[in-house]
């Protein structure tokens, strides 16, 4: 199989970057989406270039950290897969396809198609924690939580923090990824002390750090290799005006 | 040096809280004062760094991803071991304590073993404070189920996803501390080099991975919670980047390396492919649960699955260990998946394969149900093969998983360094040769939040009184030139071999020679041929770019060229062993049947091994069994 991968390359945080088209052969439909993209650094390296520097890590889907936009979709033309769960299969022999980085102001550039999404970490510093010390813990079965709530705020706690969500929002909003933490945590009795103080301070440093907001398209949801519910945002925003009432 | 495994005095059950009650304390002025270096962020590392800084400790933390929370332990799917005995099924911690040292084929010691058991219950109060999501029944109650190894439900679990939400509990939590100015994280910084002073751990080197640039740490102890090294094999369970670099340059800094070739092969992934393959996903063990492990009995049979009579099915660990069947332990389940496959009875395209079977469990247990215990998995298998698992069955075979071995620890989990201790996957220290599912999320946390943070006051209050570690120190400089000179000279061989390809010659011999099953023949080649690729690498292989920028193909190449060393070390060790138990088979040592013939009068030892300039030295630390009798591992 051959395609032509069109990338977008950037040496730097503050150069400018531009698309570098190469024909890439030796490819099997087997192959995953990000082995192909080694089989061609390979190539590159044998022709003493630059390789193009990509996130992965643990290429089964939960660690997150892939994440390219192909042919204008987050992750690849699939419906909630990671970028690393993409396989060659999804493309035909001859075809191009165009590789960017994840574009939002919040997410800059650090290399080709690598962004720093360290912004996402600054969110959950704000909150997406439940404040108790090691040590402190009452008996586990002490705490009874019905099936319905723990599932619910397992559906919740599922992201793996890729920043897709970002990423193909027209307003680079990261209210999906921050209503997930906060549901997650909120709809537990563990989580309900600082419940108010939670919603409040995440979805403040969400707006400091220059996401936009929501308009409810549901672009989102649709690329979330989590399949975090949109309804995730409407709650949010009522445990937000709650807050906002109470405090 | 004698290895003092510092196992406290006192009957079993009182140890743990003997040493606490006579261990030295800090008070919390002093504390504020002491700052502790913790290279990793999962489980292990998280965990340790938090509880740290919560204690009153500076810290800086370390991992070479993007964030802390894509730690490799955010893989784990199966579950988390406690002896909690909510099923009211006969658990307690003794049991737990047992099947982990029979498990481990007694090869660990069993303080360390007992005090898993014995903190493993407090684990799960404590994750659910911190908010993990276990499953539930509908009272509200936390549910359990039972995997490989043993016969209770001793299991939690948060869906298929239970290493993620335990990983996110701890990174919360390293984010709170962070928060509170107490813990400094850096991300995407590789330790590549330990400095020791005075014979002391006082700090590293690491690369800065967006920029390049090397920069020095230093400390007044140093904790590596670096996970484990699988990715020696190249094709493994493990994450693209998971590496064996801070240890072995532990290592090669005066740390043993204990049982570095205990390293354990999961039976249920995904067969690989092809060449190009770069990982190995695994399926959950708990789908052995219901699933069912079968091979046709003809060989080469060329049908499709379904249409194989249920007669000419051999559901082979069901037929040879009839008291355990499928959930047997995961070595025994790999050799004879081998076996079976090496005898022509293997499925799938490559005939690498066996099958794992759920018509019974559906036609058992409803489709509902099964969706609902494995629904994402089930999703999972489709999104990587294309098939659906709900009418076919899956195709698996053995994967390289876990490593046992890793740098020996005492009671206290410090390695032979003062002030460096190993903490997690990277140590050795409860599994022996064998790892029980479930048992490894539980290690590593329990070292990082509850050991770690008990222990290292024994040895910072004696630091107290010491000059402060600084990086200007002398030593710093040394190991940083070593570092620099270590890069420049891979960067200016500008050979004619990629990495990746230096990497698949490795795994090849690796997985040949030094997993399932060896044999002396097979180790002595694979030493001669690992030394080969080394050479060839230092004179052959090319790296682009520059050491001065973000540049993944040195990150790569770095790994690299430890884990190469490190397999000499593995072989070493295999071979040295000559006995098989758990994990480790050597093929001159077994029964009629074969199975493992352990060797208790010569190999009653954990082996940890001296760096000696690359002449490896064995030191033994004789294992005692007072408690238990060390009996044959059977599983029939
Ligand atoms: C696919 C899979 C499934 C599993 N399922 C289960 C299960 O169901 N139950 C169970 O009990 N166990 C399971 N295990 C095993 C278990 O997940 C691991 O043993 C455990 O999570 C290891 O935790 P850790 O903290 O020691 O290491 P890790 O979580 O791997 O963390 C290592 C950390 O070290 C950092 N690091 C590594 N090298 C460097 C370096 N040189 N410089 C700086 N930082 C570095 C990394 O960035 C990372 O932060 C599974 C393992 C795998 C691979
Ligand atoms: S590499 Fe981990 S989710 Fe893709």
Known sequence: MKVTCKIWRQESADSKGNFKSYETDGLTEDMSFLEALDHLNEILVLKNERVVAFEYDCREGICGQCGVFINGRAHGPHDHVTTCQLHMRSFKDGDTIVIEPWRANAFPILKDLMVDRSAFDRIIEQGGFITAKTGTAPEANAILISKEVSDKSMDAAACIGCGACVATCKNASAALFTSAKINHLNSLPQGRPEAHKRVLEMTQQMQLEGFGSCTYTGACEVECPAEISISNIAEMNARYLKAKLLS | MKLNSKIPEGKLEEKWRNYQANSHLINPTN???????????????????????ELGYDVQCFCYQDSARRAHSVAAQGGINAAKNYQHDGDSVWRMFYDTLKGGDFRSREANTYRLAELSAPLIDHFVQQGVPFAREYGGVLVNRSFGGVQVQRTFYARGQTGQQLLMAAYSQLYKMIRAKKVDMLPRHEMLDLVVINGKAKGIIVRDLTDGTIKRYAADAVVLATGGYSRVFRLSTLAIGCNGSAIWKAHKRGAYFAAPSFTQIHPTALPQSSDAQSKLTLMSESLRNDGRIWVPTKKDDARKANEIPEDERDYYLERRYPAFGNLAPRDIASRAAKERIDAGHG?????????????NAIDRLGLDTIEDRYGNLFKMYRKITGINAYEKPMLISPAAHFSMGGLWVDYELMTTIPGLYAIGECNYSDHGANRLGANSLLQASIDGYFILP???????????????????????ERVEDDVKEHIAKMMAINGSRTVDDFHRALGKVMWQECAMSRNRAGLEKAIIQIKNIKKEFWSEVKVTG???????????????????????????????????????????????????????????YVSAWEYNTGNFKLHKEELKFEYVEPTVRSYK
């Open chain 2, 546 to 604: 520059s050491e001065a920028e973000l540049n993944p193909e040195l990150e790569k190449a770095l790994r690299l060229a430890d884990f190469i060393e490190l397999a000499i070390l593995m072989c070493v060790d295999a071979l040295q062993r000559e006995e098989s138990a758990g994990a480790h088979f050597r093929e001159e040592y077994q029964t009629k049947d074969g199975e493992a013939l352990r060797n208790d009068a010569d190999f009653m």
């Open chain 2, 31 to 53: 504390k504020k004062k002491l700052n502790v270096i913790v290279v990793g962020s999962g489980l292990a590392g998280a965990g340790a760094a938090a509880t740290l800084a």
């Open chain 2, 454 to 476: 008990n222990t290292i006051n024994n040895y910072l209050q004696t630091e107290l009184a010491e000059e402060r570690p600084n990086v200007d120190h002398p030593e710093f």
């Open chain 2, 347 to 359: 499925v799938g395209p490559l005939k690498n394969g066996v099958y794992l079977d759920f018509k």
